[in-house]
C-alpha cells in the first residue's frame, strides 16, 4: 500500500514482540525504515503479542487509515482489532486517531488473527477477510456502507474440498495468513494462505463469489488488449468480438473494488473504448472486460 501517496507501494509489517513496523518503498525494490507508529497523543500504536496490520481508506474520505490486530493475552480469546484513522491534512504523512474504531467485538477476538480489506462477495463495500491461527479463513461481511464499515461476527470460507482450514482440512499446521488477490488475472478473486509449514495454500475462485480449487474459466473467441499502459490516466482498452455485444469493463483496485467502469453496445469486430483513471491514486488495478458471456483481463499499472 502507497500510504504517504508517492507512487511507490509501501510496507507495514507486525512482530511476534507486538510491534508495528513502517517501511516506505525506495522506487527500486528496496525499502526504508522510517519507525514505529504513534497515535495523534504521542502514544505508541502496539499490542503485546503478534501484531498484524493492514492498511486501507477505511472510512473513504481519501487517506490511507491503518487496521492493527493483535492480542493483548496470549489465550485463544485475547484478541484486538482496531482501526486508526487517518486525521492528517497532509496526504504524504499520516497522523493516526488515538480514538480508535474496536471491531473486536463485531468481528472477532481471537487470538494471532490477520485481516485484509476486500469486496469478496462484490456486492460494492468493503469487507474482511480473516486469517486465524488455528488454520481458518474467515469471510466478515460488511453490512453498513463503505464510509462506515459494520459488522455481525464472521463465517468460514469453505471451497470443493470443504472448509478452507490449513490445519485441519489441509496438513499446514496451522497459523492461516490470508491473501485475496486476482491470482490468474481472470476477474475473479483467489485466495492464498500461508501457514505454520510454510507452504502457500492457493485456492482458485471459479465465479464472482465462490472459491473452489480447480475450476476456472476463460474465453474462446474473445480478444481484449490495453494500451497506452503504463498509464498517468487516459488508456485504451481493445477488442475483438466474435458477435455484436454489450461490452462491460470494470477496473478493481486491490482490494476488489470498482473505480471506474463502463457498458456500451458494440458490432461484431473491431473495438476500442477510453478509459479514464486519472482521479484514483497510483498503483496496480485489475481491468475487467467481459462480452457475450466471455471475459478477459488485464494488470494495469497507474502512475503519477
Known sequence: MDFNN?????????????????????????????????????????????????????????YIDFIAGGYETE????????????????ITSPVWSASTIDLTSSVSNKWRLTHQTFDLDRDGDKDLVLGYEMGNVWFAE??????????????????????????????????????????????????????????????EGYDQTGISEG???????????????????MFSVNMTLPVAAVVEINI????GRIVESSSAS??????SVQMNITDVPAGMYIVSVSAGGTMETARLIKIN
Open 252 to 255: 478493481f483496485d486491490a482490494c
Open 142 to 203: 460488511n453490512i453498513g456502507t463503505n464510509s462506515n464499515p459494520s459488522f455481525n461476527g464472521y463465517v468460514q470460507l469453505v471451497c470443493d474440498g470443504g472448509d478452507i482450514n490449513v490445519y485441519d482440512n489441509y496438513p499446514g499446521g496451522g497459523r492461516a495468513r490470508e491473501n485475496v488477490i486476482d491470482y490468474n488475472s481472470d476477474g475473479i478473486p483467489d485466495i492464498l494462505s500461508g501457514c505454520n509449514n510454510g507452504w502457500i495454500y492457493y485456492f
Open 6 to 62: 508517492d507512487g511507490i507501494l509501501d510496507l507495514v509489517l507486525g512482530e511476534r514482540d507486538g510491534y508495528f513496523n513502517f517501511y516506505t518503498g525506495n522506487g527500486d525494490g528496496t525499502l526504508h525504515f522510517i519507525g514505529y507508529p504513534f497515535d495523534d497523543l504521542g502514544n505508541p500504536i502496539e499490542r503485546n503479542y503478534n501484531s498484524s496490520g493492514y492498511l486501507d481508506d477505511w472510512n473513504e474520505d481519501g
Open 75 to 90: 489465550t485463544t480469546s485475547g484478541g484486538i482489532l482496531e482501526v486508526y484513522l487517518n486525521t492528517g491534512d497532509d
Open 266 to 271: 458494440h458490432q461484431i469486430g473491431f473495438a
Open 215 to 233: 475450476a476456472s474459466t476463460s474465453p474462446v473467441e474473445f480478444n481484449m488488449t490495453l494500451s497506452e499502459v503504463p498509464t498517468s490516466g
